[in-house]
Structure formats: structure tokens, C-alpha cells
């Protein structure tokens, strides 16, 4: 189904933009779009942990909230979806490194969302992590298209 799916992306794309190029950008999308996704299922996860209180039946309280749920399924299938995508066009060198954009929605998530505050070292990091984000662009990487 998968195959499928990216063949059809793929092969469209591909008549307008040029296979490699179109290739290569719609994998950095997907990856891109599995970190985000990923991670804010986390924060709407964490927005309902927060919420529940401390009591004997925690699990069962979480599955009956619609929020977790849709945090569940965020995080572990349709970013899934997108990450297996990704690593179809792009491959596993590059996916892991474009996915770190997640953590910074995961952190912005977490002060705007759950009401967490970053720790001065914490702003460091994320400013580390987009500075290694916009260095992936400028390496040149041997890319296996298919």
C-alpha cells in the first residue's frame, strides 16, 4: 500500500518537477512532517496526563480521553506512515536528522500548550539543533533514489 502510495506521489511529482529533485524534497517533507507529527502527539498526550488525576484506574482514564487518543495515533501511525515514507525517498541518513525538527515543535508545544517553561540551557538546544537542521541542506549527500 505504501509502495503504492509513493509511486503515485512519485510519478506525478516527478512529470512536473524531474524525478531525483522532486524525490528528494518530497522525502525531506515527509520527514520532516513524521517529526511534527510525532511530537505533537506527545505534547496533546501530555496535555491530558497533566489533566487526570493521580488515581488508581490512570490507564483507563487516559483511553477514555479523545485527546490522548488522537495524540496516541499521531505519534505512532500516521507519523509512522510519514517516516516510513521519508525513509523511501531519502533513506535512513538523512530522515533521522530532518525528524529533530519534531523536538523543536515538541518544545514550543510544551511551553504554549502544557505550560512548561525552557530552561535557558534548554533555548540553547533547540537553537543547536536548527543551526545542525539548516547545516543538513548545505552537505552533500549521496542519496539512493529508486
Keep these: 500500500m505504501l509502495d503504492y502510495l509513493a509511486e503515485v506521489i512519485s510519478e506525478t ?18 520527514a ?9 502527539g506527545t505534547v496533546l498526550q501530555k496535555k491530558v496526563v497533566n489533566e487526570v488525576s493521580d488515581e488508581a484506574k490512570f490507564f483507563r482514564s487516559l483511553i477514555k ?7 496516541l495515533l499521531m505519534g505512532l501511525t500516521i507519523g509512522a506512515v510519514f517516516y516510513m515514507l521519508a525513509q523511501m525517498y ?20 510544551a511551553v504554549k500548550i502544557v505550560g512548561e517553561e525552557l530552561k535557558f540551557s534548554e533555548i540553547i538546544g533547540i537553537l543547536l539543533m536548527i543551526v ?11 542519496l539512493n533514489y529508486h
Excluded at 511529482?13 to 515527509?30: E, R
Excluded at 520532516?32 to 505533537?40: K, P
Excluded at 480521553?65 to 495524540?71: I, S
Design 13 to 30: 511529482l516527478s512529470n512536473i518537477f524531474g524525478k531525483n529533485l522532486m524525490n528528494y524534497w518530497l522525502g525531506v517533507f515527509f
Design 32 to 40: 520532516v512532517l513524521s517529526g511534527v507529527l510525532a511530537n505533537i
Design 65 to 71: 480521553k479523545p485527546l490522548w487518543v488522537l495524540g
Design 90 to 109: 531519502i533513506g535512513p541518513t538523512l530522515t533521522p536528522g530532518l525528524m529533530a525538527v519534531g523536538l523543536i515543535v515538541l518544545a514550543i508545544g
Design 132 to 142: 545542525a537542521i539548516a547545516l543538513l541542506d548545505s552537505v552533500e549527500w549521496k
